[in-house]
């Protein structure tokens, strides 16, 4: 679209930030005295709807952030659309007119942000690499991955590895390119560049070796982290994670697969569901019940096999141990492959347990600092979903003529794009602001809050995507089409949205001082 100046200043200034956060904090007190207890169960609409206001203001309060460090006009327009937007969710009136807010998500539209503005200058760096590398290596396969749910050529993820993806948060002493300090910006980066051509044979791979990195990095021994970490780095071994059940989800601490002691280490015996990519992975990253003790009983444990391709693998040991793998047919998401792990008598060493004896039973805890990195990720591939999708419907809106204009022309697709380029802005801004927060060791609830924000924003970004396509947007010959089934799975994995909202954000925003 051309860019053209907006009409006046009210199109960028818009409503104050402080008027927002007073409302916010309104909210909250009125949430809590409907749940004095802090007990989300006692009332989980109010629970629900307080989590998702707080999720809008911080998305609003860092396209704020980004824009007064920016200074851009199109950040600020950005920024007081993202206020607008979260006064009236919470039923306030604001200053701008229906006709005055729709022309100022037009000169949204008109002027979407790039991907690197306020970028520093290795980050622009690290963007374009990958981006050239995505666009010339994986775009051309993914349309053909998704359709016949191929596995992801072997020379996409060795091309990866020689580029370093897998070891962007392993330190150098283990063959990382992590230095002193974590910069997970970068690894936000990344996934927002490979998930922009695929979200399965791209923006996912590096998923998995992140969580199993954290955990690693955080209570493995020294000879775990020498055996593992440099394997993980160089891709020599690839990462899947197995944590979900049949009958427990996202209620970790009931799960019953367990680990029973054996001369040497562990027989595991019993079920994991939904484990990406266990059947190419060489190591799984393993949470099993080691004692009674609910989440007390919990412990974390790296099983090592053989890379097997397809969707169906036999693992027989000669112990007499047995893993059974079945990929689970899935609308979306394909091509890593979604798999059922059975379990029989599996024998583990004791060198699998991760920590050692200083770290059994204490899995649980290990577990939630590595979902913070897994919730981040998926905030990232999300970024990277909505941009392939905003960038696809402003192609297709401005070349497809109806009744004698372009749809860009008219009015309504405008202030629909004008939305998409919006919720993709303060997806990406809220998911810088909680990287920085992990990065010092901080910000385990704001990751959260970004993966609940960019979920949701991505189904509805891939669905006005659709919805502007048209007939083409049904029809799979189109990329939008993957987009939104893709989509859909973001607020599923990684933690239920539901999940976040109650048990994750609004009991934080609850707890007592």
Same mark, same amino acid.
């Given at each position: 679209?051309?860019?053209?100046?907006?009409?006046?200043?009210? #199109?960028?200034?818009?409503?104050?930030? /402080?008027?927002?956060?007073?409302?916010?904090?309104?909210?909250?007190?009125?949430?809590?005295?409907?749940?004095?207890?802090?007990?989300?169960?006692?009332?989980?609409?109010?629970?629900?709807?307080?989590?998702?206001?707080?999720? @809008?203001?911080?998305?609003?309060?860092? =396209?704020?952030?980004?824009?007064? +460090?920016?200074?851009?006009?199109?950040? *600020?327009?950005?920024?007081?659309?993202?206020?607008?937007?979260?006064?009236?969710?919470?039923?306030? $009136?604001?200053?701008?007119?229906?006709?005055?807010?729709?022309? #100022?998500?037009?000169?949204?539209?008109h002027?979407?942000?790039?991907?690197?503005?306020?970028?520093?200058?290795?980050? *622009?760096?690290? @963007? %374009?690499?990958?981006?050239?590398?995505?666009?010339?290596?994986?775009?051309? @396969?993914a349309?053909?991955?998704?359709?016949?749910?191929?596995?992801?050529?072997?020379?996409?993820?060795?091309?990866?590895?020689?580029?370093? !993806?897998?070891?962007?948060?392993?330190?150098?002493?283990?063959?990382?390119?992590?230095?002193?300090? /974590?910069?997970?910006?970068?690894m936000?980066?990344?996934?927002?560049?490979?998930?922009?051509?695929?979200?399965?044979?791209?923006?996912?791979?590096?998923?998995?070796?992140?969580?199993?990195?954290?955990?690693?990095?955080?209570?493995?021994?020294?000879?775990?982290?020498?055996?593992?970490?440099?394997?993980?780095?160089?891709g020599?071994?690839?990462?899947?994670?197995?944590t979900?059940?049949?009958d427990?989800?996202?209620?970790?601490?009931?799960?019953? =697969? *367990?680990?029973?002691?054996?001369?040497? &280490?562990?027989?595991?015996?019993?079920?994991?569901l939904w =484990?990406?990519? +266990?059947?190419?992975?060489?190591?799984?990253?393993?949470?099993? $019940?080691?004692?009674?003790?609910?989440?007390?009983?919990?412990?974390v444990?790296?099983?090592?096999?053989?890379?097997?391709?397809?969707?169906?693998?036999?693992?027989?040991?000669?112990?007499?141990?047995?893993?059974?793998? $079945?990929?689970?047919?899935?609308?979306?998401?394909r091509?890593?492959?979604?798999?059922?792990?059975?379990?029989?008598?599996?024998?583990?060493?004791?060198?699998?347990?991760?920590? &050692?004896?200083?770290?059994?039973?204490?899995?649980?805890?290990?577990?939630?600092?590595?979902?913070?990195? &897994?919730?981040?990720?998926?905030?990232?591939?999300?970024?990277?979903?909505?941009?392939?999708a905003?960038?696809?419907?402003?192609?297709?809106?401005?070349e497809?003529?109806?009744?004698?204009?372009?749809?860009?022309?008219? &009015?309504?697709?405008?202030?629909?794009?004008?939305?998409? !380029?919006?919720?993709?802005?303060?997806?990406?801004?809220?998911?810088?602001?909680? %990287?920085?927060?992990?990065?010092r060791?901080e910000?385990?609830?704001?990751?959260?809050?970004?993966?609940?924000?960019?979920?949701?924003?991505?189904?509805?970004?891939?669905r006005?995507a659709?919805?502007?396509?048209?007939?083409?947007?049904?029809?799979?010959?189109?990329? !939008?089409?993957?987009?939104?089934? /893709?989509? $859909?799975?973001?607020?599923?994995?990684?933690?239920?949205?539901?999940?976040?909202?109650?048990?994750?954000? +609004?009991?934080?925003?609850?707890?007592?001082?």
């Amino acid at each position: 679209m051309p860019s053209r100046e907006p009409a006046g200043a009210e #199109h960028i200034a818009g409503p104050s930030l /402080d008027q927002l956060t007073a409302a916010r904090a309104d909210l909250v007190a009125k949430v809590r005295s409907l749940i004095p207890s802090g007990d989300v169960d006692e009332n989980q609409v109010a629970a629900n709807e307080l989590a998702w206001t707080y999720a @809008r203001v911080e998305a609003a309060a860092a =396209c704020d952030d980004w824009a007064q +460090a920016t200074g851009d006009p199109t950040a *600020r327009a950005v920024a007081g659309a993202a206020i607008i937007e979260a006064l009236e969710q919470l039923g306030m $009136r604001t200053t701008l007119s229906t006709i005055g807010r729709a022309d #100022h998500l037009e000169w949204i539209a008109h002027n979407p942000p790039p991907a690197e503005l306020g970028a520093a200058p290795e980050q *622009r760096m690290l @963007r %374009a690499t990958f981006r050239d590398f995505a666009r010339a290596r994986i775009a051309p @396969r993914a349309a053909a991955i998704h359709r016949d749910d191929l596995d992801i050529p072997e020379d996409i993820i060795q091309g990866l590895a020689e580029l370093g !993806v897998f070891g962007l948060s392993i330190p150098e002493a283990f063959g990382g390119l992590r230095g002193a300090a /974590d910069d997970f910006e970068a690894m936000l980066i990344v996934t927002e560049e490979l998930s922009y051509v695929s979200l399965a044979a791209g923006g996912s791979l590096i998923t998995r070796p992140e969580i199993l990195v954290r955990a690693l990095v955080r209570a493995g021994t020294l000879e775990q982290k020498q055996r593992w970490l440099p394997a993980i780095a160089s891709g020599r071994q690839l990462v899947a994670v197995a944590t979900t059940e049949p009958d427990f989800g996202s209620d970790v601490a009931g799960i019953r =697969c *367990r680990a029973d002691p054996a001369e040497g &280490g562990w027989f595991v015996t019993g079920t994991k569901l939904w =484990c990406t990519f +266990a059947g190419r992975a060489e190591l799984l990253m393993l949470l099993l $019940r080691t004692s009674e003790a609910g989440h007390r009983g919990l412990s974390v444990f790296v099983l090592e096999k053989p890379a097997f391709p397809g969707h169906e693998f036999l693992y027989a040991q000669d112990t007499g141990g047995v893993l059974k793998g $079945r990929a689970i047919p899935t609308i979306g998401y394909r091509g890593m492959h979604t798999f059922e792990l059975a379990f029989d008598r599996f024998f583990l060493p004791d060198s699998a347990l991760v920590g &050692g004896q200083d770290w059994l039973n204490r899995g649980f805890y290990l577990q939630l600092e590595s979902f913070a990195m &897994g919730r981040l990720q998926t905030a990232g591939r999300a970024v990277g979903l909505m941009q392939a999708a905003v960038d696809s419907t402003m192609r297709y809106t401005n070349e497809r003529v109806v009744f004698g204009r372009a749809i860009s022309a008219y &009015g309504l697709p405008k202030a629909t794009l004008g939305k998409m !380029v919006l919720r993709l802005a303060a997806s990406r801004q809220l998911s810088y602001r909680a %990287a920085r927060l992990v990065g010092r060791g901080e910000g385990q609830m704001e990751a959260s809050l970004a993966k609940l924000y960019a979920s949701r924003a991505a189904e509805q970004v891939t669905r006005d995507a659709m919805q502007l396509h048209g007939g083409m947007g049904y029809a799979e010959e189109t990329d !939008v089409s993957r987009y939104f089934v /893709d989509a $859909r799975v973001l607020s599923i994995f990684e933690g239920a949205e539901d999940v976040l909202a109650l048990r994750v954000i +609004a009991k934080s925003l609850l707890r007592p001082g």
